[in-house]
């Protein structure tokens, strides 16, 4: 036929050009089903025990590995392999794969042998690696203490306690830092002042009290020692910052703690007080002040770390003469200190004293 033009919201369609879809029954209708989408991939099961701690324990050992001491070696590069095996541990303790639920961490054997080495001279050539591959094993260590089991953990420190004690005895300010956060979050999880509870933690909590004692007596008599890893000697008041920041740690969670070393902290603070405004009188006197040299830490640094330890706990000064000399250096510090830094800081620590009703403070 010629075709009939009919026009519907404005288009011209011919009918001679729609095609009639043929009428069928439904006896004859292709009924085949159509292809549906593939289901969705089923959860990923945890490694077998034998698999699982081969490679959860490979990519531990090769987080601290990659850094070689090899000194053509990009330390870049060492760090960014070394962060991609924490990823990929982390990742496969996330809930919705944890596909290393039934793995055993094992860092003992080895982590122990290589932070005892911080107490042998380190690499000449590039002494960088060793620091960080040091610190590398202690920060995992510390990830380790949210992610394995309590009794695992206990394992672990146990076969590591000679080499932790070696790395808090160490001057180095960076792998002290690194000590004291590890030694925060393991206090938080076993108190010291528990640790009767914990015989696993006992030869390492002993040293931590050997530490700190033998830190605050050789301060508060002057001595220096020439550090062998070293190129120059070990200042006084460096040698308080690694027994300060034990202490900090273990007081965190056990502030009354601080009460078996009550006598050397007041007398290490009447110290620090006297060196800081002796230094300050002597860079007063200098033409040049920038000719003197800086120390790696503070008195000033010193000085809050002291203060931080008592700021909550005011009464744990009971005897009158530890109370008031502790006052006594305040005061002097207060008037005589010309850290602008140290005086904010002391002036808050005051200012909440007196206007807490409840801070031991007459």
């Not at 069928?24 to 989408?37: A, G």
Request: with cysteine; proline share 7%.
């Amino acid at each position: 036929s010629s075709g009939i033009n009919a026009e519907y919201g404005g288009l011209l369609i011919n009918q001679t050009e729609v095609e009639v879809a043929e009428y069928k029954p439904p006896s004859q209708v292709n009924l085949s089903p159509c292809p549906l989408r593939p289901p969705p991939p089923e959860p990923l099961s945890p490694f077998e025990a034998r698999y699982g701690d081969g490679m959860f324990n490979f990519l531990l050992r090769l987080s601290y590995s990659a850094y070689t001491r090899d000194s053509n070696t990009n330390i870049q590069q060492s760090e960014a392999l070394s962060k991609r095996c924490i990823q990929l541990v982390k990742l496969g303790m996330k809930p919705e794969l944890d596909i290393f639920k039934n793995c055993s961490a094992r860092i003992h054997p080895w982590a122990d042998k290589e932070l005892q080495r911080i107490k042998q001279p380190p690499d000449r050539t590039n002494p960088a690696y060793f620091l960080q591959g040091i610190c590398t094993i202690l920060q995992l260590v510390e990830f380790l203490l949210d992610i394995i089991q309590r009794d695992v953990i206990l394992k672990n420190i146990y076969h590591m306690t000679r080499g932790l004690s070696f790395c808090m005895s160490s001057p180095n300010l960076q792998i002290t830092k690194t000590v004291h956060s590890l030694l925060t979050k393991l206090f938080t999880m076993f108190p010291i002042d528990e640790r009767v509870n914990h015989e696993e933690l006992s030869v390492l909590y002993e040293s931590v009290n050997d530490i700190i004692t033998t830190g605050l007596d050789r301060y508060d008599k002057g001595s220096e020692r020439y550090d062998s890893k070293e190129t120059s000697s070990v200042g006084s008041a460096e040698i308080l910052y690694s027994p300060l920041m034990i202490l900090k740690a273990a007081c965190a969670t056990s502030p009354r703690y601080l009460e078996k070393f009550i006598k050397e902290y007041i007398k290490c603070l009447q110290k620090l007080q006297k060196e800081h405004c002796s230094s300050a009188r002597d860079t007063a006197q200098r033409s040049n002040p920038r000719d003197r040299p800086i120390p790696n830490v503070s008195t000033s640094d010193l000085i809050m770390v002291c203060v931080d330890l008592v700021k909550e706990q005011v009464d744990i000064l009971v005897n009158d003469l530890n109370r008031k000399m502790f006052f006594t250096n305040l005061i002097i510090l207060i008037e005589k200190s010309p850290d602008p830094k140290l005086l904010r800081s002391l002036t808050d620590v005051v200012a909440r004293w007196v206007q807490a009703p409840n801070s031991g403070v007459t």
